[in-house]
């Protein structure tokens, strides 16, 4: 769940990151209960530097709902969350929100790895 890859984000951070909230979402929960839910989450959130919705997938009701409440330079979202993602963009807060976009986006790129022995030999084992 989101609320666990925060807690593990926070765990290889040190600390529980600020202004940043898990929200979940049940399988049969109405997506407008859920939009109203996330537009009050982002007020809360909402500094005035914006804020940045990751998302586990596109498509489904969180990716849905993520949409309905893009905007511009205030409201900004990535889809593909991993926690290599999560600790990327939490790291480095400060800048803008454009910046948050791109850590967040190399932190799933750069988090994706094919590993064979030539890769890992310095690996404990």
Do not use: W
């Amino acid at each position: 769940t989101g609320a666990d890859l925060l807690a593990t984000a926070a765990h290889v951070l040190g600390a529980a990151p600020p202004r940043a909230i898990a929200l979940g979402v049940a399988r049969d929960e109405d997506p407008e209960a859920v939009l109203a839910r996330a537009r009050e989450l982002l007020a809360q959130l909402d500094d005035g530097s914006g804020v940045l919705v990751l998302i586990d997938m596109f498509g489904a009701t969180p990716g849905n709902v993520a949409v309905r409440l893009l905007a511009d330079g205030r409201v900004e979202g990535v889809a593909g969350l991993s926690l290599p993602m999560l600790v990327r963009a939490l790291s480095g807060r400060e800048g803008t929100l454009a910046a948050s976009v791109q850590r967040a986006l190399s932190g799933g790129t750069d988090g994706v790895l094919y590993m064979n022995r030539d890769c890992c030999r310095d690996a404990k084992r």
